[in-house]
């Protein structure tokens, strides 16, 4: 389970591919829902080596629910 909670991040300056934990990612920029349940979120992360930012988008399972 916990590493469901990781996603992999490729930068698209450099292409330097790295793992996030989800629930340490800050507020979202955007979250779409649906039947008022959220399903996506799009997150900025900022690549360690050069820099830049790269937009990733997580989409939740029904499952997580609880």
């Known amino acids: 389970m ?6 992999e991040v490729t930068c ?5 591919v790295w793992h996030v934990d989800v629930t ?4 979202a920029e955007q979250i779409i829902y649906r039947d008022n349940k959220p399903q996506q979120a799009r997150y900025r992360v900022r690549c360690h080596k050069c820099g830049t930012y790269a937009v990733v988008t997580v989409e939740f399972d029904e499952a997580d629910d609880g």
């Open 2 to 7: 916990a590493d469901s909670s990781f996603i």
């Open 12 to 16: 698209p300056k450099c292409r330097h």
């Open 24 to 27: 340490t990612l800050d507020k």
